[in-house]
């Protein structure tokens, strides 16, 4: 494994926009009972840091997360009065999180709520190939699952499905298998979904610490759905895999053409 391949704390900090014009943005800091300031250009995305010399130090090491944060606001949604609950992964390589080649993972086994980046996975594990099929020309919907157990066994199961969103059903495919595989604490899934991939390992600390809204202060699209995996993930170390679609992935190109037949209707 990797030098980056390691377990990552999560900090949580508070933020209140105190002052906003001319695409400068004043924001108000908390983080354990310490406060900061720091003077955001986003023309330019600088910053200028004021107060706890321990929360600016923070910030700084995980400059490139807050600045995602800070940078992705509109304008009608960034001004004074603004408040935001946030997570930083501390020490994130966001380089390694975006590498489609890379292992993303959870652990939330004993207690804990980590994640790490990895160029390679745990070995003998049991592995959850899913694909989803939404076909808007007969409305139709389906989904596979195939399981691969350490072993080496197989076992395949489709569905229909009624919802009709690629997306979405990509991601029904995802909590089946986990529904699926219930006994089973050690799991890599095996998808071509960054929506899947990317919602469990890097997007649903924020939504939880924001009671399921997302930084710009709108609700969660599909939080029922989101909610299920998350509750599934509960106790369980789970792989993230991703493989492109239709690259002749073996495992992939099965469950991507039975979800194809089971959308026909």
Not at 44 to 58: E, K, L, P
Not at 144 to 163: E, P, Q
Request: glycine content about 8%.
């Amino acid at each position: 494994m990797s030098n980056f391949g390691r377990f990552m704390k999560m900090l949580t900090f508070h933020m209140k926009i105190e002052s906003a014009g001319q695409g400068m943005y004043a924001v108000a800091l908390r983080h354990e009972g310490r406060s900061s300031t720091v003077v955001y250009n986003r023309n330019t995305r600088q910053m200028t840091f004021s107060g706890d010399a321990r929360i600016n130090s923070v910030l700084q090491n995980n400059k490139a997360q807050f600045a995602k944060i800070l940078g992705v606001k509109k304008e009608d949604i960034f001004v004074p009065g603004f408040e935001l609950n946030f997570a930083l992964c501390d020490g994130k390589d966001i380089g390694a999180y975006n590498n489609l080649n890379n292992i993303l993972a959870v652990d939330r086994r004993n207690g804990m709520d980590e994640s790490f980046a990895s160029e390679a996975g745990m070995e003998n594990i049991t592995e959850l190939y899913v694909d989803g099929s939404y076909r808007e020309k007969c409305n139709g919907s389906g989904y596979a699952v195939i399981i691969k157990y350490a072993g080496g066994d197989y076992k395949l199961y489709t569905f229909r499905s009624r919802l009709q969103n690629s997306c979405l059903v990509e991601l029904q495919a995802a909590i089946t298998g986990l529904e699926i595989l219930a006994d089973h604490t050690e799991i890599r899934i095996v998808s071509d979904s960054q929506y899947v991939r990317k919602g469990l390992t890097e997007w649903i600390f924020n939504w939880k610490i924001n009671h399921w809204h997302t930084s710009e202060g709108r609700k969660v699209r599909n939080i029922a759905h989101w909610k299920k995996f998350d509750s599934l993930a509960d106790g369980k170390y789970i792989e993230f895999r991703y493989v492109r679609g239709h690259s002749g992935h073996f495992e992939n190109t099965m469950a991507d053409l039975y979800a194809r037949d089971m959308s026909n209707g």
